[in-house]
């Protein structure tokens, strides 16, 4: 079946470094949708980026991703973090009317 | 632009009692909404998908006794959680494909905290 990816567990960063978190996936689709979400404590998830077009750089909010179907990635990047960065980020799979989540990172940036 | 409204926010129930959570689609047709639970601590697992005038698949682990969907048409799904337990506590989402401007939309999300 679908699976997700990502980088596991905790990044730790000091602001102003670059951010990269690691997403690849399996599926059986040729067309899915990829997504990153962002969730902060006791909030839902919130949209921060998606695509389904190959080599296809994709950018909101600082934060860009492209995906690039022939290595199965669709990485999140940030050339600066900030503070307000601290989150959870998840990335997703859609495909056949159902979204395949990653586990999770857990950002944490620091002064 | 297409929307999801998913209600209540957040509700607490006693243990052994149950409830019911309900998205409705705006602006778009939704054919197919799949249920999906955050648990405390982990990621989003996949419950059921409902597809309009098919039957619904539940994932391993999830079972219709336990979480019945109804989506009796184009723009409501709901889904009830029949005596809820602490491990039931948790985000729950509905989410839909919106075929038309190939997009899929989540709703804001259901947080139950069970006592």
């Known amino acids: 079946g679908d699976s997700v990816t990502q980088t596991e567990g905790l990044v730790t960063l000091t602001e102003g470094l670059p951010v990269m978190l690691n997403c690849t996936y399996q599926?059986?689709?040729?067309?899915?949708?990829l997504f990153w979400y962002v969730q902060h404590l006791n909030e839902s998830p919130r949209l921060l980026l998606k695509?389904?077009?190959?080599?296809k750089r994709t950018e909101h909010q600082g934060f860009h991703a492209t995906l690039h179907k022939s290595s199965s990635s669709f990485h999140l990047q940030k050339s600066s973090a900030q503070l307000s960065d601290s989150a959870l980020y998840y990335c997703?799979?859609?495909?056949?009317?159902?979204?395949?989540f990653g586990s999770g990172t857990r950002l944490l940036v620091s002064p | 632009g297409a929307l999801v409204y998913q209600y209540p926010r957040r509700t607490i129930c006693k243990s052994g009692t149950s409830m019911r959570m309900e998205c409705q689609a705006v602006?778009?047709?939704?054919?197919?909404v799949a249920w999906y639970r955050q648990s405390p601590q982990k990621t989003f697992e996949l419950i059921a998908l409902?597809?309009?005038?098919?039957?619904?698949?539940?994932e391993q682990n999830f079972t219709q006794e336990k979480f019945p969907i109804s989506h009796p048409n184009l723009s409501f799904s709901s889904m009830t959680v029949l005596n809820a337990y602490l491990e039931d506590r948790g985000l729950y989402l509905c989410?839909?494909?919106?075929?038309?401007?190939?997009?899929?939309?989540f709703g804001s999300g259901t947080r139950l905290l069970v006592i």
């Open positions: 997703a799979l859609a495909g056949g009317y159902k979204v395949v």
């Open positions: 599926t059986i689709y040729s067309n899915p949708f």
């Open positions: 695509s389904f077009t190959d080599n």
């Open positions: 602006g778009f047709q939704a054919t197919s």
């Open positions: 409902s597809t309009v005038n098919s039957a619904i698949k539940y």
């Open positions: 989410g839909a494909w919106d075929r038309e401007n190939s997009d899929y939309t």
